[in-house]
């Protein structure tokens, strides 16, 4: 298999104040293309802020990180949002749909970034509904969606554009467990069958056991054991 | 670069239909703008009607003798000597072998102005025989005109409407004597539509201002005769002190008092857009704060902060273009082609209709667009600037 991801001696700070905050000090990692890992790690210790490094929406002080055999941590702020656009899907905790847009709209959203016609944007829009199942609810707005179907929604919209890769903030810290597990089963079968590399931040050890292998993190630092794997 | 176009549309679109979400303060922001142009536009075509109807008052071919640097017809002087030399000027038209001339006499009268139900004062305008055929866009509507040597006098279509007690059969009493209005003249567009006009004989005599002339009228016989006829005045000795110019040139230079209205206007107008402005930059810098989410996943998700910048801007431009239309509407059924009066040249009531010109409407939607534009702008930088991390699109 090959990297979809290295990350060598990545150094993350922040200044608050006078004040410096060191999340990651000297960080290598790698993900393999078609992983599916879970992070786990107590509040504050930086899992947000690597996701953030992975998805191009941060950057690095110091170090590399390659993506499918590319730098991209020397990207300028406009290339990273394109590199963005092309390879990166994202799912959030809170959905983060445009309330006022229906749930096609949603997903359609990342293909106003591309080139296709309106008629490919729709055709990709409904093959992305019917892969989470919505295929019915393609009319209506988030608001008169259930928490996981809003979840679904923007799975929808995070794989439209056929990315490599997906990221997800706590994507089942606010559903109930039935639903998480339908929405961790949805992800699951992303990576399986569509051979979409996810990574996953989670609290919840339930949904990490979803994942291929489950690393934590604590204090900017992974258990080196388990990165070995 | 389409898929820029696509993403601003889609973001302006966000931005625009989730206005309802902040209602009250779009539509404030919509009301001050429109306050605003309302105001702007007030003044400006009260100071267009009023340029346009003193412009419009003079003719090309007719010679207006005052005094050298009086500025109204008031403080101006012209003897009934000059009056005499002037009339066999070079170039001076003949109507039944009698020079075409009128020696002028300016009184101020008061009158009851109906709309504010106060007194006001109105010019009382004697003329010569020939004063009305000096004129030729006036026209007597109704009665006659005067007859020389009477108490008689005609009255302005324009100061009947705005002036009490002035209607046609009408006696009024005026400083001491009884005056019969005999007939009603129309003069569209001009300052005389605000004047009474009688024999001038008889108001010198009546005011107690006898052969008290202040201008002359000289009928030419064509605009090129103005000219000449000025040479000649000037090279005569006993017209010294006289000023000659074209009564269109006379009443163009009267017509720079409208200049205090076009201050005004701004003066007034960017008082107000400044107010109106900070509406604007209100109510965007809140629907940037509202969307900030919103933004950060359109950000997050590939949209550039250019699209998150014009959204902004576009939304900001709409809003004040909705204003400035609702304040064009408000001038155009407000008081577009209304007739009002103000003080005019010579301390009188001017009557005149407030004309909104395509130019003024168009002064009114750029500066619509300035306040959107300005608005807009610093809400848009910081809708572009907003940082595309996962945190902040948690909120
Ligand atoms: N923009 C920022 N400026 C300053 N400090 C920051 C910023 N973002 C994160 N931090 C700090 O970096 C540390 C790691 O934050 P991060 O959000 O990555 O933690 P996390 O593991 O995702 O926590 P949680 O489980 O609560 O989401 C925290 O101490 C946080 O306060
Ligand atoms: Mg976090």
């Known amino acids: 298999m090959t990297d979809l991801f290295r990350l060598t001696d990545v150094e993350k700070s922040y200044t608050r104040g006078k004040e410096k905050i060191s999340i990651f000090d000297k960080l290598t990692m790698r993900i393999e293309e078609g992983d599916f890992v879970a992070i786990m790690g107590p509040s504050g210790s930086g899992k947000t802020t690597l996701l953030n490094l992975l998805g191009g929406t941060d950057k690095a002080n110091k170090g590399e990180i390659e993506f499918d055999g590319k730098r991209i941590d020397n990207l300028s702020e406009g290339q990273l949002t394109a590199w963005r656009a092309a390879n990166v899907g994202f799912i959030f905790q809170f959905y983060n749909l445009m309330p006022i847009l229906t749930a096609a709209q949603n997903v359609e959203l990342p293909l106003l970034l591309t080139k296709l016609s309106p008629k490919k944007r729709r055709d990709n829009v409904a093959t992305a509904l019917k892969i989470v199942g919505l295929e019915d609810r393609a009319k209506h707005r988030p608001r008169e969606m259930s928490g996981g179907q809003q979840q679904r929604i923007a799975i929808a919209r995070a794989i439209v554009s056929d990315p490599k890769l997906l990221l997800c903030d706590e994507p089942t810290g606010d559903l109930d467990r039935t639903t998480a597990d339908e929405i961790l089963g949805t992800l699951q079968v992303l990576n399986r069958d569509l051979g979409k590399t996810i990574i996953m931040v989670t609290h919840d050890a339930q949904a990490a056991k979803y994942a291929k292998r489950t690393l934590h993190l604590d204090k900017g630092h992974f258990v080196e054991s388990e990165l070995a794997a | 670069m389409a898929s820029l176009l696509n993403q601003i549309g889609a ?207 000289v009928q030419l016989a064509s605009p090129e005769a103005v000219a000449p006829f000025k040479t000649w005045a000037d090279a005569d000795p006993r017209l010294q002190g006289l000023e000659i110019l074209s009564e269109r040139a006379y009443y163009a230079r009267q017509a720079s008092q409208s200049n205090q209205f076009i201050v005004i206007a701004w003066v007034l107008g960017i008082l107000m857009a400044i107010g109106a402005l900070a509406g604007a930059v209100n109510t965007m810098y809140s629907s940037v704060a509202t969307r900030s989410a919103e933004i950060a996943t359109l950000r997050i998700i590939g949209f550039s902060g250019w699209a998150a910048f014009f959204g902004t801007m576009v939304e900001a431009l709409a809003l004040s273009m909705m204003g400035g239309i609702l304040g064009i509407l408000i001038a155009f059924v407000a008081f577009n082609g209304r007739t009002t009066s103000t003080l005019g040249s010579g301390f009188t009531q001017l009557v005149f209709k407030f004309d909104l010109s395509p130019p003024i409407v168009i002064t009114a939607i750029v500066m619509a667009m300035v306040i959107g534009f300005v608005g807009g702008f610093f809400p848009g930088i910081r809708a572009a600037r907003q940082r595309p991390q996962l945190e902040l699109a948690a909120q």
């Open chain 2, 11 to 217: 973001v302006t679109a966000l931005n625009v239909r989730s206005i309802p979400q902040r209602a009250w303060m779009s539509i404030a922001s919509i009301v001050a703008v429109a306050l605003t142009i309302a105001v702007l536009l007030f003044f400006l075509a009260l100071a267009q009607g009023l340029t346009r109807t003193v412009e419009g008052s003079g003719s090309d071919d007719v010679a207006m003798v005052i005094r050298s640097g009086s500025n109204a017809e008031l403080n101006s002087v012209v003897s009934r000597d000059q009056l005499t030399i002037l009339s066999s000027g070079p170039g001076v038209m003949q109507r039944a072998s009698r020079p075409l001339a009128s020696g002028e006499l300016l009184v101020i009268v008061d009158g009851l102005k109906r709309s504010t139900n106060t007194k006001a004062n109105m010019p009382f305008r004697g003329i010569g025989a020939e004063g009305l055929a000096l004129r030729r866009g006036v026209t007597i509507t109704q009665g006659r005109m005067f007859s020389p040597g009477s108490n008689e006098i005609v009255v302005g279509a324009g100061l009947i409407r705005e002036f009490a007690g002035f209607g046609f059969g009408e006696t009024v009493r005026i400083r001491g004597s009884d005056w019969k209005i005999v007939g009603v003249f129309e003069a569209p567009g001009t300052v005389f539509e605000s004047e009474l006009w009688a024999d001038v004989a008889v108001t010198q005599s009546l005011f107690n201002r006898p052969n008290a002339y202040q201008t002359m009228r």
